[in-house]
T-cell receptor
Framework: AQSVSQHNHHVILSEAASLELGCNYSYGGTVNLFWYVQYPGQHLQLLLKYFSGDPLVKGIKGFEAEFIKSKFSFNLRKPSVQWSDTAEYFCAVGYSGGGADGLTFGKGTHLIIQP | ETGVTQTPRHLVMGMTNKKSLKCEQHLGHNAMYWYKQSAKKPLELMFVYSLEERVENNSVPSRFSPECPNSSHLFLHLHTLQPEDSALYLC???????????????FGAGSRLTVL
């Protein structure tokens, strides 16, 4: 079965610090990669996605992620975080043609930004 | 509002009750999903309806029963639940069929279920 691993369950940073959240997935052929974010009290929403092309993708609110195929990784980055980035971040993988599995999600990383 | 509406937002039920969760999407999407979100665990895919046909149930206990009467509505019928079933139940929809792997999900706000 496919799996997604997020290395950090809780991250605490100060404002203006740089952020990198790790995500690795199990091999399963062609993949599509996603980061979703859940702000306190709000619904899950898409932050960015990778389907093909440039492995460095940019999303909303200054976030970016890099797909490294050889490492089965899709790490999320932001050069300078803000207090409003406090949220739960989920990495997810969709496997093309691999059946009807929807998306496989990681456990999430709870990010707290201290002012 | 995301275009995916879930009701009720909160539900408390006893182990012998029967209740239903409802999801409605106004996006013209082709696939709908139920996910279970529990603390410190990955989102668990429970059911997928793609083009109105169920394509996966992921070995979910039979006390959870989905229904998809049309492409815009999805229900999750609940009966004789256990306290460990307490969780946030998320509905999502996608334009692409679930088998594409390229399905960008739009989530509802969730139904917080507490089983006493």
């Amino acid at each position: 079965a496919q799996s997604v691993s997020q290395h950090n369950h809780h991250v605490i940073l100060s404002e203006a610090a740089s952020l990198e959240l790790g995500c690795n997935y199990s091999y399963g052929g062609t993949v599509n990669l996603f980061w979703y974010v859940q702000y306190p009290g709000q619904h899950l929403q898409l932050l960015l996605k990778y389907f093909s092309g440039d492995p460095l993708v940019k999303g909303i609110k200054g976030f970016e992620a890099e797909f490294i195929k050889s490492k089965f990784s899709f790490n999320l980055r932001k050069p300078s975080v803000q207090w409003s980035d406090t949220a739960e971040y989920f990495c997810a993988v969709g496997y093309s043609g691999g059946g009807a599995d929807g998306l496989t999600f990681g456990k999430g990383t709870h990010l707290i930004i201290q002012p | 509002e995301t275009g995916v509406t879930q009701t009720p937002r909160h539900l408390v039920m006893g182990m012998t009750n029967k209740k239903s969760l409802k999801c409605e999407q106004h996006l013209g999407h082709n696939a709908m999903y139920w996910y279970k979100q529990s603390a410190k665990k990955p989102l668990e895919l429970m059911f997928v309806y793609s083009l109105e046909e169920r394509v996966e149930n992921n070995s979910v206990p039979s006390r959870f029963s989905p229904e998809c009467p049309n492409s815009s509505h999805l229900f999750l019928h609940l009966h004789t639940l256990q306290p460990e079933d307490s969780a946030l139940y998320l509905c999502a929809s996608s334009q692409e069929p679930s088998t594409s792997g390229a399905n960008v999900l739009t989530f509802g706000a969730g139904s917080r279920l507490t089983v006493l």
